[in-house]
């Protein structure tokens, strides 16, 4: 059943992106309003605060559990916790649940789906991706994973390789020219390519390839950075998962000394590595890799990491919001736009930790969450 809309009235510092801000807004119909209409008469909800767009998670798995799959009505709690974070945009990057359901969900964030993982048996997470037995298959699957979703294709470009026992580390799963070949492919049903990389040895393969986006980027050189800077590549450092490789390189200790060696070398200098792709003005983005082992919701603690390895808080609002918005091809806050938004008590780009505690999540003009539901 459909709640009719209360007009919003919002006063404050509205931030529309990097240059612009406005001091009110309004909300009708579920529609932003900057410019001055007739005066909002009858019952107006005003709420006065920092606005923003609403949030952005560009890695984020909703319907992927840590054993794979989950059911519907999971997959929708997730995508609620995303919500409530301030989350109103969430481009799913790999599920192996069909999530299209949730996109008729006017309460829920709009979803942008990738389709599935697309790796090789045994090299990737269990019950998570598409397992190719044939590299050599990866273009036709492609085709068909960009068909099923929603301009966006998720490949696994590497992974620890058991095979080599006790020497056992991260190596590509694809060969160059089937890479090639593959996001030439993607690119032709005019979607996008995305890929989940922690090693260095994998990424010149990937820029070679022409690639759309980098996921973790553990293993990016300076060189690289340049590179990506200079096409507008982006890379999205999902610090939450790299804080776990320490954790990760515990376990593997005794089986696989030399993937430990490395996890925990990418741990080690995971503020670092995030500082140089900055400086080299490499595109961030945020994405906290909810799914799997990483609980929905968790945005403003990965916008917290970004700030503690050195990005200043204003570059990752910015990243959070307007400019991942942009990334995905969804408007700014200007007139007519849906109104999906997130209000603050002060301004997050002074304290990042502002973003625990939004005072009003604002969907499709509707307030869903925040202090000032209800």
Request: glycine share 10%.
């Amino acid at each position: 059943m459909s709640v009719p809309h209360v007009p919003l009235h919002l006063t404050g510092r509205i931030l529309l992106d990097d240059d612009r801000e406005a001091g009110e807004l309004s909300v009708r119909d579920g529609r932003v309003h900057l410019t001055r209409q007739s005066p909002l008469v009858g019952a107006v909800r005003r709420i006065e605060g920092w606005v923003v767009p609403g949030l952005v998670d560009v890695h984020c798995h909703v319907g992927l559990g840590a054993g794979g799959a989950v059911d519907l009505a999971t997959a929708q709690a997730q995508a609620v916790a995303d919500r409530d974070s301030g989350v109103l945009l969430v481009r799913d990057a790999g599920s192996p649940l069909d999530t299209r359901p949730l996109q008729e969900r006017h309460d829920l964030p709009r979803l942008v789906r990738a389709g599935r993982h697309l790796a090789r048996p045994k090299r990737y997470l269990r019950d998570f991706a598409l397992e190719l037995d044939d590299a050599a298959a990866l273009p036709d699957a492609v085709r068909a994973q960009a068909r099923a979703g929603d301009g966006w294709v998720k490949l696994v470009g590497d992974w620890i390789d058991r095979s080599l026992g006790g020497a056992a580390d991260l190596t590509p799963l694809w060969p160059a020219d089937v890479l090639a070949e593959a996001v030439a492919a993607a690119h032709a049903e005019a979607a996008r390519v995305t890929v989940h990389t922690f090693a260095t040895e994998t990424v010149d393969d990937l820029l070679a390839a022409g690639v759309d986006g980098i996921e973790h980027g553990t293993g990016v050189t300076p060189d690289q950075a340049d590179v990506l800077a200079e096409r507008g590549v982006p890379v999205t450092p999902t610090l939450l998962q790299v804080e776990r490789f320490d954790a990760i390189a515990d376990q593997a200790q005794d089986k696989f000394p030399v993937y430990a060696r490395r996890m925990r070398a990418m741990h080690a200098r995971r503020h670092e590595q995030v500082r140089m792709l900055f400086d080299a003005g490499v595109p961030l983005l945020v994405g906290t890799d909810a799914g799997g082992t990483i609980g929905h919701g968790r945005v403003a603690q990965e916008c917290a990491l970004l700030v503690e390895a050195g990005v200043p808080a204003a570059d990752v609002v910015a990243a959070a919001t307007w400019r991942a918005r942009r990334f995905l091809g969804f408007g700014a806050l200007d007139d007519g736009a849906s109104a999906d938004l997130v209000v603050y008590p002060e301004d997050p780009r002074k304290d990042i930790d502002v973003l625990r505690h939004p005072t009003a999540v604002v969907l499709r003009g509707q307030v869903v969450a925040g202090t000032a539901v209800g």
